[in-house]
């Protein structure tokens, strides 16, 4: 059993950055990909970004690349998502999950996440 608890949201202008930070619970941490997912009211749940398990590669939606960079940190089981350059489309509840020994064709898809957290609302205004 895994939890996941995010921290870090708030309400930013337009350009600026917030870090989100998760924090996960249990022992094995360093065996799960960890990923960063966001949701907008009547959306479905987009994947953001992900962070390998093993080799820690990392993997970016297309309207992340470039503004967001995912990083962990096993000795303190904690993913963390910097976001630069924000807009306000990135307005969103942001999730992070764990997919366990998660990989390049699991790790875009939120059906394949074991565990998630409760989310962390990012507000950007213009």
């Known amino acids: 059993q895994v939890q996941l608890v995010e921290s870090g949201g708030g309400l930013v202008q337009a350009g600026g950055s917030l870090r989100l930070s998760c924090a996960a619970s249990?022992?094995?941490?360093?065996?799960?990909?960890m990923g960063w997912f966001r949701q907008t009211p009547g959306k479905e749940r987009e994947f953001v970004a992900a962070?390998?398990?093993?080799?820690?590669?990392?993997y970016y939606a297309d309207s992340a690349k470039g503004r967001f960079t995912i990083s962990r940190d096993n000795a303190k089981n904690t993913v963390y998502l910097q976001m630069n350059s924000l807009k306000v489309e990135d307005t969103a509840v942001y999730y992070c999950?764990?997919?366990?020994?998660?990989?390049?064709?699991?790790?875009?898809?939120?059906?394949?996440?074991?565990?998630w957290g409760q989310g962390s609302q990012v507000n950007v205004s213009s």
């Open positions: 249990g022992r094995t941490f360093s065996s799960y990909a």
């Open positions: 962070i390998g398990w093993r080799i820690e590669t990392t």
């Open positions: 999950a764990a997919d366990l020994l998660g990989g390049a064709s699991t790790v875009y898809r939120k059906d394949k996440y074991d565990y």
